[in-house]
């Protein structure tokens, strides 16, 4: 998998990606990783990207053509036009769904917009995809890219170590995962259930099944709303 990210502030995505999981994944060619400055792709001399809006208003818009430069230079990478994800309040809610629906994407391409949005135009003619990360607005577009290439990434054969991970977490079934315990065995006053020390597999999997449901009807009834009318008619 290739991610592009057309950014303002490239430094924001680099430092992120180099990190943790997603940077052993970068560095051990799992997923590929290349940001693109906008600025760039400015002919302004003085690297301006933005100007005021038509119709008056506070603040900034991004101006469309260094935005389409960056695109057709990575259309011609790609050889082909990839699908372009913007980050915007006014997109489709990610979710595991959205990120198992991405990670089957060979190259993807996240525009992380800034001051009071982007050129409309620019928007029209390259977005596949409006995504948002809640309701709620951030200053910019990159912590929101961060976020999905994280989860997208998880997906990809290779990134994790252990590859049951990605099929147990949380919303791999449509349910909140069950707790988990390490050493010791007791803490706090608190010990580890009896039956995860069993070694009986199959009670420890009915164990962690009746945790997710309990958990996911208590933290997130919406969820467990949704399970129960697909797997309990």
Not at 38 to 53: A, E, N, Q, S
Request: charged share 25%; with cysteine; net charge negative.
């Amino acid at each position: 998998m290739r991610y592009y990210v057309m950014t303002l502030f490239p430094e924001m995505i680099e430092q992120a990606m180099s990190t943790s999981i997603m940077g052993r994944a970068v560095s051990e060619g799992f997923i590929e990783l290349k940001v693109m400055n906008i600025r760039d792709f400015t002919l302004d001399k003085h690297g301006k990207v933005d100007d005021y809006p038509y119709g008056g208003g506070a603040g900034m818009v991004m101006e469309a053509e260094p935005i389409y430069r960056c695109f057709e230079q990575i259309c011609s990478e790609v050889g082909e036009r990839p699908r372009v994800v913007y980050l915007t309040p006014q997109g489709d809610v990610f979710s595991q769904c959205m990120a198992k629906d991405f990670s089957a994407e060979s190259d993807i391409v996240f525009l992380c917009g800034h001051y009071e949005g982007v050129d409309e135009r620019v928007l029209e003619e390259i977005v596949t995809d409006y995504v948002s990360i809640g309701d709620y607005v951030l200053t910019g577009g990159e912590l929101p890219a961060l976020v999905m290439m994280d989860a997208i990434a998880r997906l990809v054969p290779g990134v994790l170590n252990n590859e049951d991970s990605a099929e147990t977490e949380s919303f791999s079934d449509g349910l909140l995962e069950y707790p988990q315990y390490t050493r010791p065995v007791e803490i706090l006053g608190r010990s580890v259930p009896e039956v995860l020390m069993s070694g009986h597999h199959e009670k420890i999997r009915q164990w962690r099944q009746e945790q997710s449901v309990q958990r996911t009807r208590e933290r997130r009834p919406d969820l467990y709303e949704q399970w129960a009318e697909e797997n309990l008619r």
